[in-house]
């Protein structure tokens, strides 16, 4: 199953094979999933970090 910046990393490729975007926007683009990306992680890892905290409160 591919995921959703995979989808997203193909869209953006087809673009430019297309012609519909030029190298710059291809990049600003690509530039701004990987941003997308990391804030994603990051607010992942801070979810599973206070999850584990509050499994260890409850489980004292």
Do not use: C, F, P, V
């Amino acid at each position: 199953m591919r995921t959703w910046y995979e989808k997203a990393e193909d869209e953006i490729d087809q673009q430019l094979a297309d012609g519909l975007i030029d190298g710059r926007e291809y990049q600003r683009q690509m530039r701004d999933l990987r941003a997308e990306m990391q804030s994603n992680a990051e607010e992942a890892s801070r979810d599973a970090y206070n999850d584990a905290g509050a499994y260890r409160m409850d489980h004292r």
